[in-house]
């Protein structure tokens, strides 16, 4: 396992925090009158999600943040793969017939790498991989792209969020630019997005999900965004989000996902959303371009594509 001791790893996320990153770090602001667009699973309406040739496509449409799901292998690799078995975005069945129920966790990184994550989609792709994170990591660094990275299913893998972030400090990804400016961090599990920002208490953090409105000032004390599904989203929920300032101060913001449609992107950015997940980010992108609204401004941590 590539995990470190708890006690060495903490000391060494918390001392780097406490010199160089202040709980109370100044975000950027950008582009304040329209949402932040975000390529979810990379432009996965276009390419096989969570891969490689998503994050390029991204690129290619003007995208500058991408969203992905990390997980751990049998051997403690970190993959980038959405959901906790191989079935739906590999061959993994015909390869390894006699392995059900094909979960990620009893593959190792070098068994997953022999699997072919782009078929599933279009032929086109045919021989895709499930990228490592520290594959992830350097493609969305070498396109000069933004990640809000979510910690997946983190009950099934005991220390997951401490080894993310010895990750994404191994390549780079802790330093003040990135931390300040593109990357934001979220999960499902309260739990986990707390021990994030206890650990790293800099990073931006987001809590996937719609908390009652009596208890988004709990949830403020550790996060900067509630995140919810856009079929549950109302202007008034937006509104009470907004009357509250998150972990870092500022205004507590609002992420919603999937939204694949112009018009329905127009409507939430109407609501105020800071924030669009969209498997087709040129056709959100465009369509709260061409929408107007009042402005909404938030500190989004980084430019819309």
Do not use: C
């Amino acid at each position: 396992m590539r995990i470190r001791p708890l006690a060495a790893t903490v000391g060494t996320l918390l001392g780097v925090s406490t010199l160089f990153f202040p709980a109370t770090v100044a975000q950027a602001i950008d582009h304040p009158h329209r949402p932040v667009v975000v390529a979810h699973r990379g432009a996965s309406a276009y390419a096989p999600e969570n891969t490689l040739a998503a994050v390029d496509k991204a690129d290619d449409l003007g995208i500058t943040w991408v969203e992905n799901d990390v997980q751990r292998t049998k051997d403690g690799e970190l993959a980038v793969i959405h959901d906790t078995d191989l079935k739906r975005t590999t061959n993994v069945e015909q390869v390894f017939p006699d392995r059900a129920p094909w979960k990620v966790a009893d593959f190792t990184m070098a068994e997953i790498k022999r699997l072919d994550a782009g078929s599933w989609f279009s032929p086109a792709y045919a021989g895709e991989r499930v990228p490592t994170l520290e594959e992830y990591l350097e493609r969305v660094g070498d396109h000069r792209q933004k990640l809000l990275l979510e910690i997946k299913a983190p009950e099934l893998y005991p220390g997951l969020e401490l080894q993310t972030l010895r990750e994404l400090r191994r390549e780079g990804w802790l330093d003040r630019s990135h931390v300040r400016r593109k990357l934001i961090i979220q999960s499902f599990s309260a739990d986990s997005v707390g021990m994030v920002h206890k650990l790293r208490p800099d990073i931006k953090t987001g809590f996937l999900g719609a908390p009652e409105v009596a208890d988004l000032k709990t949830y403020a004390r550790f996060v900067d965004q509630i995140n919810p599904s856009h079929r549950t989203l109302t202007p008034e929920y937006v509104a009470a989000v907004h009357q509250l300032r998150g972990a870092h101060g500022r205004r507590l913001e609002v992420f919603t996902w999937t939204v694949n449609d112009g018009p329905r992107a127009a409507l939430l950015k109407s609501y105020g959303v800071d924030g669009i997940i969209t498997n087709t980010p040129d056709i959100v992108r465009d369509a709260t371009a061409r929408s107007s609204t009042s402005d909404h401004s938030a500190f989004a941590g980084a430019s819309a594509s």
